[in-house]
């Protein structure tokens, strides 16, 4: 069971490796509610859709949604970015809220605040 776990937690960071193409800017973002940057709105929403995540820090959270960005903004799809994320230790359904989460608050050319 600890291998397993172990093994899920090297494959999201494989995740974030595998999404990681393309150079990341720096995050110079701006509030979208009246007490929330989309930085933590977004980091929220990832907490709030998959329970239990094993993410080692919000920090890491927004990482990888910021790579996420990098990779849709670098060519890949949405379904491929899923598909990445499912083949590394999320179920198809985590990997697709961190990828519209990510759209929706931190990828500049999908409408959000980067």
């Known amino acids: 069971m600890r291998g397993q776990l172990e093994g899920e937690k090297l ?20 509030g979208c509610a009246p007490n929330f940057t989309p930085e933590e709105t977004f980091v929220q929403k990832v907490h709030q859709q998959i329970l239990g995540s094993e993410f080692s820090s919000d920090r890491d959270i927004l990482e ?23 083949e590394n230790g999320f179920t198809v359904r985590e990997a697709g ?9 931190l990828c500049p050319t999908s409408g959000g605040n980067l």
Not at 12 to 24: E, P, W, Y
């Open 11 to 30: 494959g999201k960071r494989m995740f974030v490796a595998a999404t990681a193409g393309v150079v990341v800017l720096g995050l110079g973002l701006t």
């Open 64 to 86: 990888l949604g910021v790579m996420i960005c990098s990779a849709l903004d670098g060519g890949m799809g949405r379904a491929e970015v899923v598909s990445v994320g499912s």
């Open 97 to 105: 809220v961190v990828v519209d989460a990510s759209e929706q608050f």
